[in-house]
């Protein structure tokens, strides 16, 4: 089974940063990956999918590349309603283990 | 729009069983493939299940292999999740989850249904 690492686990940020997020897997995936958000109580959200393509509706400040095993999903300037868990998933093929563990995104 | 709508979370025992069902609408149902992705409390997400628009193909976690079963009715709209033998450690919140066309990228989730399992 392909198994996703994410980093980091937590990240603290202001209103107007920019912030990173990385996500690596254990054997090539191409491009076939996702990034979702996820808020407190809500299912999560497709923003990225082919590793760059964004999901309509998203907003441009959202932003995916990488290929082969390592990605990262970049927001330009983070706003308030940014504030959330982000996860990556493989879709190359099925596994128990596509999502990474997550990287929560909080107020610095 | 896409709207998928699970349901049968309940509170249940350890040994005991329970039904899940999801209703989907707003899209052509017997083209996509679905899926249940599991959430503990606090924790992250789970691919559970998978099953090809025929039911032709079906994955399952080794954490859930035996134990549970998915199906689906196109006729209905309506993707299942049988569980049987239930445990502590499969309490969490079940998302009913909709592929893209002949992907697994999962690009619709529900709202989720809580399965609390506790003596």
């Known amino acids: 089974d392909i198994q996703m690492t994410q980093s980091p686990s937590t990240l603290s940020a202001s209103v107007g940063d920019r912030v990173t997020i990385t996500c690596r897997a254990s054997?090539?995936?191409?491009?076939?990956l996702a990034w979702y958000q996820q808020k407190p109580g809500k299912a999560p959200k497709l923003l990225i999918y082919?590793?760059?393509s964004l999901e309509s509706g998203v907003p441009s400040r959202f932003s995916g590349s990488g290929s082969g095993t390592e990605f990262t999903l970049s927001i330009s300037s983070l706003q308030p309603d940014d504030f959330a868990t982000y996860y990556c998933?493989?879709?190359?093929?099925?596994?128990?283990?596509?999502f990474g563990q997550g990287t929560k995104v909080e107020i610095k | 729009e896409v709207q998928l709508v699970a349901s049968g979370g309940d509170l249940v025992q350890p040994g005991g069983s329970l039904r899940l069902s999801c209703a989907a609408s707003?899209?052509?149902?017997?083209?996509?493939?679905m899926n249940w992705v599991r959430q503990a409390p606090g924790k992250g997400l789970e691919w559970v299940s998978y099953?090809?628009?025929?039911?032709?193909?079906?994955y399952y976690a080794d954490s859930v292999q035996g134990r549970f079963t998915i199906s689906r009715d196109n006729a209905k709209n309506s993707l299942y999740l049988q569980m049987n033998s239930l445990r502590d450690e499969d309490t969490a919140v079940y998302y009913c989850?909709?592929?893209?066309?002949?992907?697994?990228?999962?690009?619709?989730w529900g709202r989720g249904t809580l399965v609390t399992v506790s003596s």
């Open positions: 099953i090809s628009t025929s039911s032709s193909t079906i």
């Open positions: 707003g899209f052509t149902y017997s083209n996509y493939n």
């Open positions: 998933q493989q879709y190359k093929s099925y596994s128990p283990e596509a």
């Open positions: 989850a909709k592929s893209g066309s002949g992907s697994y990228r999962i690009d619709s």
């Open positions: 054997q090539s995936i191409s491009s076939w």
């Open positions: 082919k590793a760059s």
